[in-house]
């Protein structure tokens, strides 16, 4: 049963530490997705990859979140140092995009949901 | 202003009624249509998937687009106590270049009174 893997599933730290997501997307996929909910915003996209590539991450802080695909089978997202303000679920979802089709389908992990005491 | 709307509701119905969920969005180009639905404490799921204007139907549920009006909603029918979820509306610009960011709205959160 194919699905996306997320870790940790729970965290909670201090502000000022260092707090890394780790995800794993569905083999053979070749687009990932970070994403942030919360109660007021929503679902707020942070970064996106294709092919391991980034092609968005407009919607990052930049001074403190960095996101990497070291290779096919793992994606990060890295917040340095961390703040209150950035308690949410953190979500990673994988799609396979190919000119000429495409179902806006990806497929979610079960988040990991973050607190910054 | 964000770029898709969508009221928070919560939204509760009785069981059997029909259900109408709606969005607008303001850019234009979007051409990819989404719905989405999230149970409590778990990742989105795709309801379904629509290709410019038009409806498209899947057994209970029926999504429609009005591109002319900036505007999408997902229809269910005889709903369900287990339809109580938070529907998420989703559009993206392109399906294959760099433009094809899937932009979420905000979510609905829907109940269903058996």
């Known amino acids: 049963d194919a699905r996306v893997t997320q870790t940790p599933r729970h965290k909670v730290t201090e502000m000022g530490q260092e707090v890394t997501m780790r995800c794993q997307p569905i083999?053979?996929?070749?687009?990932v997705f970070w994403y942030r909910q919360t109660m007021m915003q929503g679902l707020e996209l942070l970064a996106y990859f294709r092919n391991r590539a980034p092609l968005d991450d407009s919607g990052m802080p930049k001074d403190r979140f960095s996101a990497e695909m070291p290779d096919a089978t793992l994606a990060t997202l890295k917040i340095q140092p961390s703040e209150p303000r950035d308690s949410a679920v953190y979500f990673c979802a994988s799609g396979l995009v190919r000119e000429g089709l495409w179902t806006g389908e990806l497929f979610f992990g079960e988040g990991s949901r973050l607190t910054v005491l | 202003q964000k770029e898709v709307e969508q009221d928070p509701g919560p939204l509760s119905v009785p069981e059997g009624a029909i259900v109408s969920l709606n969005c607008t969005y303001s850019n234009s180009a979007f051409q990819y249509f989404m719905w989405y639905r999230q149970y409590s404490r778990k990742g989105p799921e795709l309801l379904m998937y629509?290709?410019?204007?038009g409806n498209k139907e899947d057994g209970r549920f029926t999504a429609q687009v009005d591109k002319s009006s900036k505007y999408i909603s997902l229809f269910i029918r005889d709903s369900q106590p287990s339809d109580s979820a938070t529907y998420l509306c989703?559009?993206?610009?392109?399906?294959?270049?760099?433009?094809?960011?899937?932009?979420f709205g905000s979510g609905t959160r829907l109940s269903i009174r058996p």
């Open positions: 083999l053979g996929h070749n687009t």
């Open positions: 989703a559009m993206s610009l392109s399906g294959y270049s760099s433009a094809s960011k899937i932009i």
């Open positions: 629509t290709y410019s204007s």
